[in-house]
């Protein structure tokens, strides 16, 4: 029986498929917000203010003690446009759907799909929460035992949690707990596939990526101190006094003495030092820096707690990792940590062929032009997208 010619749509569906199937660490973030951007011919640039919960401080006694709403609000802005060029031909769409997916799409949508998520892994940057030891492979239950105790200190929703993360913790964590009380079926599926499955220790899937990032670290050696105590609620910035004219980089992640966490809801200390992220590169003038941080600093007496008390002149700043170093950034999140979107791009007219699909918050536009010049027909396959970390209090940095 003669084949049947496939449509545009049919093409499109498919590489949307072998796309979302390719994916991994964006697979698992928040998608819920794209309705958003389902408007015809989005662009880059467009940016939707995402809602964050309300916070408020529980009063005792019978008296009624009015509060302030606390809403918080974050952005996620429709950044990036990437796209990957094929060319095929009438008699290439007479074959089977199948077999035109295996030779012509997916050898190229895969890495449409790594490129994406290579971009979202960029994550790490905004996560001020961290466990392992700076140079040294995750190994053990141990540290995802603490990233889940930091998860949790946090107040975050149990599930769905994940964690993401390189080819050498991958291989590393398996040979470590491949003994450790797992059922059958998940010993059975790590040693005939080298990789993790789902529902280990309380993460509902632990996967592997080539697109964890690696961070190299800023080249702030020596003694670090706060040259001025933090007197301000809510500040996001802390004067640190450092040596000559040294680099801390966005991403570099710093505790401060006496500075503890607090749990969001009870505002009481964790006894964990509370870790600060660099939002942005910070290089001192004369050994003084001012380094823009999150999470923004709120003592306990505040409905929005992140630490038990201001950060004092002074106190010693110990900084995660060693100067001058790349390490990798495995993640460790909960969904709702990360919100990705995608836009509906603009379908053109008077071109050969043109189909935009949506599937699983996924929008992707593929459109085939004649090039009478060269007598091809190429074809390019977009997809439209934003991300942003929404709550990094609900994602973890797993340092390799």
């Known amino acids: ?52 919960p309300d916070r408020a401080l529980v009063t005792d006694g019978a008296a009624l003690v009015a509060q302030d709403d606390n809403e918080q609000y974050t952005t996620l802005t429709v950044a990036s446009q990437k796209h990957i060029g094929v060319q095929f031909t009438t008699a290439e769409m007479t074959m089977q759907l199948d077999d035109f997916a295996e030779r012509v799409l997916k050898p190229r949508i895969s890495q449409l799909a790594a490129s994406i998520d290579a971009d979202v892994a960029n994550s790490y940057n905004s996560i001020f929460q961290s466990v392992g030891t700076p140079g040294t492979t995750p190994s053990t239950t141990s540290v995802l035992l603490g990233a889940q105790q930091k998860l949790n200190e946090a107040a975050a929703v149990m599930s769905p949690r994940f964690v993401t993360v390189n080819p050498a913790a991958n291989a590393a964590l398996i040979e470590g707990m491949k ?56 500040a996001t910035s802390i004067a640190i006094t450092g040596t000559g004219s040294q680099t801390i980089k966005k991403g570099d992640v710093f505790t401060v003495a006496n500075v503890y966490s607090v749990n969001p809801q009870t505002r009481e200390s964790t006894g964990s030092l509370q870790q600060f992220v660099a939002t942005a590169d910070a290089t001192a ?24 008390s201001f950060p004092q002149s002074g106190a010693a700043v110990t900084f995660l990792g060693a100067a001058s170093t790349q390490y990798p950034q495995n993640l460790v999140y909960h969904r709702d940590a990360i919100a990705f979107a995608t836009a509906d791009l603009l379908l053109p007219q008077g071109v050969d062929m043109a189909s935009r699909q949506v599937h699983n918050g996924i929008s992707m536009r593929v459109v085939r032009q004649y090039d009478i010049n060269n007598d091809r027909m190429p074809c390019r396959i977009d997809v439209l997208y934003g991300y942003s970390v929404i709550r990094p209090e609900m994602a973890v940095r797993l340092w390799g």
């Open 179 to 234: 003994g450790l009380f797992n059922p059958v079926s998940t010993i059975s599926s790590q040693f005939k596939n080298g990789m993790f499955g789902e529902g280990i220790l309380g993460f509902d899937e632990l996967n592997m990526s080539q697109s964890v990032k690696q961070f190299t670290t800023g080249t702030r050696t020596g003694a670090h101190t706060v040259t001025t105590t933090v007197t301000t609620e809510g």
């Open 285 to 308: 003038t004369a050994g003084a820096y001012t380094v823009n941080v999150a999470p923004a600093i709120y003592t306990s007496a505040h409905a929005l707690a992140t630490v038990d």
């Open 1 to 52: 029986m003669a084949n049947s010619l496939l449509t545009i749509d049919m093409i499109t569906r498919k590489a949307l498929e072998i796309l979302e199937n390719n994916l991994v660490l964006t697979r698992n973030v928040n998608r819920q917000y794209d309705d958003s951007y389902a408007v015809e011919g989005a662009k880059i640039g467009t940016t939707l203010r995402i809602r964050l």
